[in-house]
């Protein structure tokens, strides 16, 4: 028997509601542990950006790499060579080939 455009529409606005709200997966547990290690993740990320900027502040304040690190469970220079600014590197030599001297 035909549907009635509206009587699609009604089901398909059930069933967004179904997935965007009230999904549940707890029929599948990968699926579940999959959603909250995604959710994790996404925590650990803004947990280490907050720490970032922190460290940043904290330098700007004067405070020691010693004393952060110690605040970080490490050391200084572990915390100095995570969060300090990124050193430049000397260019490397160029290196001549045979097809150079030539």
Known sequence: MPRTVQEILDH????AAR??????????PEVTALGEL???VQARAAAERAVA????????GG???DVI???????????????GS?????AKKAVKTTKDIN
């Open 69 to 83: 690190g110690g605040i970080l469970g490490t050391n200084g220079e572990a915390v100095r060579q995570r969060y």
């Open 12 to 15: 398909a606005e059930e069933l």
């Open 53 to 60: 900027e922190q460290v940043a502040v904290a330098r700007a």
């Open 86 to 90: 990124p050193r430049k590197t000397p």
């Open 38 to 40: 995604y959710l994790a």
């Open 19 to 28: 997935f965007e709200q009230n999904y549940e997966p707890a029929g599948n």
């Open 63 to 65: 405070v020691s790499w």
